[in-house]
């Protein structure tokens, strides 16, 4: 079984900083998938990032990375420059043997 | 549109009445997934399928029934609902279960048992 955690429920920001949210995972699958999802105040899943198993480097998309850190098994999302709109519910989450694990959330606060 | 529709998306309930859940994709997706969402909990896989015919439990399946007739529909049944299941219905599908292809998500059902 695969399990996936996040340990901060709430992180605050000030904008145009960077902020990292942390992710943890433990699966005995050799071949695994991580992500985050965005979910802001309307409660739609909003696709961020994919980070495969097998993949050498850490995924990029805009401002947002993953910070891929297989021996440590963490799957960290990095956010640079905050903006006010990236205020939201954040997941962690993973792919494992066709079943798709999510992480408790992390509530992130951008402040002006 | 292409995409996951949940059916109904707000519903009332009354402990010991039953319901079902529609979720349908048009994308011909393979996988399938049931999900609820609790303050602190995060999303908790409740049952999914990983093709027309077939189901499989998830990490909270009591209380819960499914049913994949069709590769289109995923149906969730809740047979005695009960207050401890009011809760945020989300319903999730992928082309095989690797998030190489995606997962689309519909935009869930809010459920209140009272």
């Known amino acids: 079984a695969q399990k996936i955690t996040q340990t901060q429920p709430g992180m605050f920001v000030q904008e145009k900083e960077a902020v990292t949210l942390d992710c943890t995972y433990d699966?005995?699958?050799?071949?695994?998938?991580l992500f985050w999802y965005k979910q802001p105040s309307s409660g739609e899943m909003i696709f961020l990032i994919y980070q495969g198993s097998y993949d050498q480097q850490n995924a990029t998309e805009g401002r947002y990375s993953l910070n891929f850190q297989k021996a440590r098994k963490s799957a960290n999302l990095v956010i640079s420059a905050s903006q006010l709109g990236d205020s939201a519910m954040y997941f962690c989450?993973?792919?494992?043997?066709?079943?798709?694990?999510f992480g408790q959330g992390t509530i992130l606060t951008v402040h002006p | 549109n292409a995409g996951v529709t949940q059916t109904p998306k707000f519903r009332v309930l009354k402990t010991g009445q039953s319901m079902t859940l529609l979720c349908a994709q048009d994308?011909?997706?393979?996988?399938m997934y049931w999900y609820r969402q609790d303050p602190g909990m995060g999303l908790r896989l409740i049952h999914y399928?990983?093709?027309?015919?077939?189901?499989a439990k998830g990490e909270v399946p009591d209380g819960y029934n499914v049913s994949r007739l069709k590769k289109q529909n995923f149906l969730l049944g809740l047979e005695s609902a009960a207050p401890s299941q009011t809760s945020v219905y989300f319903c999730a599908s992928s082309y095989a279960g690797d998030f190489g292809y995606g997962y689309t998500f519909g935009s869930g059902t809010r459920l209140t048992v009272v």
């Open positions: 994308m011909n997706h393979e996988y």
């Open positions: 989450g993973g792919t494992s043997y066709g079943k798709l694990t």
């Open positions: 399928s990983v093709g027309e015919g077939t189901t």
């Open positions: 699966t005995s699958d050799p071949s695994y998938g």
